[in-house]
Nanobody, 124 residues
Framework: QVQLVESGGGLVQAGGSLRLSCAAS????????MGWFRQAPGKEREFVSA????????HYAGSVKGRFTISRDNAKNTVYLQMNSLKPEDTAVYYC?????????????????WGQGTQVTVSS
């Protein structure tokens, strides 16, 4: 079983940057697909980005492509989400998630375990 703990959220002005981190416990992290999702108040949890076990494959939602970058450090059991040029519509709780397997996963139901989330608020 893998446990995930997100950090790095906060309040930032539009145009600013934040880097989210997701620290994982468990020996299987390096073989897992990792993803970031977000959920704004009153909305469904939506896909943001995903990365394959070795970092060779990444995928982004259209709304964040070119502004967000996902990466991972398997030696540190950590996945990151660098968020630049933030917009008020990026305001949400951001969740880290993991799944076994190759490639990337874009659908939340394909992920086996989740973190508790970290709040990101972007002011205009």
């Amino acid at each position: 079983q893998v446990q995930l703990v997100e950090s790095g959220g906060g309040l930032v002005q539009a145009g600013g940057s934040l880097r989210l981190s997701c620290a994982a416990s468990g020996r299987t992290f390096s073989s897992n697909v990792m993803g970031w999702f977000r959920q704004a108040p009153g909305k469904e949890r939506e896909f943001v980005s995903a990365i394959s076990w070795n970092g060779a494959i990444t995928h982004y939602a259209g709304s964040v492509k070119g502004r967000f970058t996902i990466s991972r450090d398997n030696a540190k059991n950590t996945v990151y989400l660098q968020m630049n040029s933030l917009k008020p519509e990026d305001t949400a709780v951001y969740y880290c998630a993991g799944a076994q397997g190759s490639g990337v996963r874009l659908v939340k139901n394909e992920y086996n375990y989740w973190g508790q989330g970290t709040q990101v608020t972007v002011s205009s």
